[in-house]
């Protein structure tokens, strides 16, 4: 069996769990909500190997080795809007104790905008989310921002021109007018390298009607920000950020500008931000940076 059958097997006996972590290839921990519970391996999966995974990552693309050892991506098993996985690893001499990895199952299409947004504020969320404005989803590991943020792209946007850009495939196919493009890595002779901003302009060559941008990491910034001061405000993306408040910040402190003028695209661009918390209820609110301050949009 392969890896990534032998992963599916587990998820699919025990539904309820929502990431594996192996320390080594000992012990695992079990993740179901925010209860942990630490098991042996053998009684998660059959036996696996540094072989098969390194040969698992090398069928995605996907180099990981001593002199690359940090690799992740995603795998579906099934129909892609069925069972959808994530994946993310570290190699010795990082790992300094053997191997780390942790493999996430994501339930995107499964969940409806109203299982985060109360009936109450529903109507005003998708008023919202309609407009033509940038969207930052916010919130810790585990919130839900991608569940939630394909959930209101199904409500507010399934019959758009959506385009997603991403550095590893994540978001799915979930619309026959969705289009996709993913970078490109360097193959082993360190050629072939296509990167997200060279993606940008092909991307607005093809008319998106609203774009989304995977999650802000150092090169999804750059991306992020090309995007907008090429016009193109209608672009969505998750962020690991606790406060909205706190969103100039983070941006700065990923690059492609100064607080001072991350604030200024954010009030200018009228963006939204949506909060999510691992406590229920997930979703904590909507606001709006706008010329008077950050407002409150419930």
């Known amino acids: 069996m392969t890896f990534e059958h032998n992963i599916d097997a587990y998820f699919s006996s025990f539904p309820q769990t929502d990431e594996l972590l192996f320390d080594g290839f000992d012990s695992v921990c079990v993740v179901r909500g925010d209860e942990k519970t630490y098991q042996e391996t053998r009684s998660v999966l059959h036996t ?48 300094r104790d053997g191997l ?50 394909i959930s209101a792209l199904l409500e507010c946007a399934a019959d758009e021109r959506l385009a997603i850009l991403e550095q590893l495939p994540e ?35 093809l008319r998106p009607d609203r774009m989304v941008i995977g999650e802000l990491r150092r090169e999804e910034i750059f991306a992020f920000k090309r995007a907008l001061l090429a016009g193109h405000a209608s672009v969505w993306t998750t962020v690991h950020a606790a406060r909205a408040e706190e969103l100039p910040w983070r941006l700065a402190e990923l690059g492609a500008a100064s607080r001072a003028e991350w604030d200024e695209l954010l009030v200018s661009h009228n963006a939204l931000v949506v909060v999510l918390s691992r406590q229920t209820p997930r979703f904590q609110g909507l606001w709006q940076f706008t010329q008077s301050g950050l407002i409150s949009c419930f």
């Open 171 to 205: 978001v799915p196919k979930l619309s026959p007018r969705w289009i996709r493009l993913c970078a490109q890595p360097a193959n082993f002779s360190g050629e072939g390298a296509v990167g997200l901003e060279y993606l940008i302009d092909e991307l607005l060559r």
């Open 48 to 95: 696996f190997s540094i072989d098969q995974l390194q040969d698992f990552a090398l069928g995605q693309g996907v180099r990981w080795d001593p002199l690359q050892p940090a690799a992740g991506g995603s795998f579906c098993v099934g129909s892609e809007s069925e069972r959808h996985y994530r994946w993310h690893g570290l190699l010795p001499p990082v790992a």
């Open 100 to 149: 780390l990895l942790s493999v996430r199952r994501h339930r995107l299409g499964e969940f409806a905008l109203s299982d985060f947004v109360a009936p109450s504020n529903l109507e005003t969320f998708l008023r919202h989310a309609r407009s033509h404005r940038p969207v930052f989803v916010m919130g810790p590991t585990g919130a839900g921002k991608t569940s939630f943020m």
